[in-house]
């Protein structure tokens, strides 16, 4: 099975060595008829206003968002922004309203203020620690009743899933955490 990373801007290349360790192989995604050739998408972090031009420009929008009525998106940090829906609307962010949450950006602060600790994941039917790498990351302000909570941080919601699709405030590919990806695209 093949695994797309949308490869606009980002930082794309380290999910792949994650999807590796799955024995899931990628495909840079850089042109919208690429998707037809993936059974799955990362869509990783890096900076949404960024990304939000560079998914409108390469006509990527309704794509995306056909391409989710199918298949998982696993979002990381900008990725889940663009998945979910801004807080405060901005201009230079169109989001693709596919997770129904509302996210505020940069909601801790400063590059400086980047940290890693320790997340509790429900998984099923047992809990799994995992470390969270936060970098400039958005916060989950609401989400709707059907977003499921997988992982909490400080009471907040950090890691959420919402059909097949799953959205994360932190970057697991820097940890080689495998278990999103796993649950993303190997269902669990
Ligand atoms: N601060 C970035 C943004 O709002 C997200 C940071 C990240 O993806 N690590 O786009």
């Keep these: 099975m093949k695994i797309g990373l949308l490869a606009l801007q980002g930082d794309y290349e380290k999910h792949s060595q994650i999807l590796s360790r799955l024995d899931l192989q990628?495909?840079?995604?850089?042109?919208?008829?690429?998707?037809?050739?993936?059974?799955?998408?990362?869509?990783?972090?890096?900076?949404?206003?960024?990304?939000?031009?560079?998914?409108?420009?390469?006509?990527?929008?309704?794509?995306?968002?056909?391409?989710?009525?199918?298949?998982?998106?696993?979002?990381t940090c900008a990725g889940l922004i663009m998945m979910g829906r801004l807080q405060q609307p901005d201009p230079r962010i169109e989001t693709l309203d596919l997770i129904d949450v509302t996210v505020t950006r940069n909601a801790y602060g400063r590059q400086l203020a980047s940290f890693v600790d320790d997340l509790t994941v429900e998984v099923a039917d047992h809990q799994q620690t995992v470390p969270g790498c936060f970098i400039r990351a958005p916060k989950i302000n609401t989400i709707g009743s059907n977003v499921e909570v997988l992982a909490r941080y400080n009471n907040d919601p950090v890691a959420v899933r919402q059909d097949r699709h799953i959205g994360l405030t932190f970057h697991p590919e820097l940890n080689n955490v495998t278990l999103f990806h796993q649950l993303a695209f190997r269902g669990g």
Excluded at 29 to 36: E, F, G, H, I, T
Excluded at 39 to 64: D, H, W
């Design 26 to 75: 990628t495909v840079l995604v850089r042109y919208p008829q690429q998707l037809n050739d993936v059974a799955g998408l990362v869509i990783p972090g890096g900076e949404s206003t960024t990304m939000s031009k560079l998914i409108n420009a390469n006509g990527f929008c309704q794509p995306l968002v056909s391409f989710a009525q199918q298949f998982p998106i696993l979002g």
